[in-house]
């Protein structure tokens, strides 16, 4: 079965690093685009990054993240990660990764992990 899970959420202070892992399941980590959304609860989702599946893995953020976060594949553990630093207290929320089972980044998503929280105190 094609399944995401997240993890390595948890509180941190401003300023602060965390890094979160997406582990794909029932596919190859390399053969799909893997973005990254964040989501404060009872508002709509925020994409904040995608890592392309191509040969130079193609990166796009946000506006509001670029320059603090990075998106990296680790094929040998089928894991997408998201590294944020510099966080601010309005990077709270939860996040989650998802595909669109495409090798490019498009906007719809078919497949979402569950999400993972992180807060950030100020």
């Known amino acids: 079965q094609v399944q995401l899970v997240e993890s390595g959420g948890g509180l941190v202070q401003s300023g602060g690093s965390l890094t979160l892992s997406c582990t794909t399941y029932?596919?190859?980590?390399?053969?799909?685009?893997i973005a990254w959304f964040r989501q404060v609860p009872g508002e709509g989702r925020e994409k904040v990054a995608c890592i392309a599946a191509d040969d130079h893995n193609t990166a796009f953020y946000s506006d509001s993240v670029r320059g603090r976060f990075t998106v990296a594949r680790d094929s040998a553990r089928n894991t997408v990660y998201l590294q944020m630093n510099d966080l601010k207290p309005e990077d709270s929320a939860i996040y989650f990764c998802?595909?669109?089972?495409?090798?490019?980044?498009?906007?719809?998503?078919?497949?979402w992990g569950p999400g993972t929280q992180v807060t950030v105190s100020s």
């Open positions: 998802a595909t669109p089972r495409t090798h490019v980044c498009i906007s719809q998503m078919d497949y």
């Open positions: 029932g596919f190859p980590v390399d053969y799909f685009s």
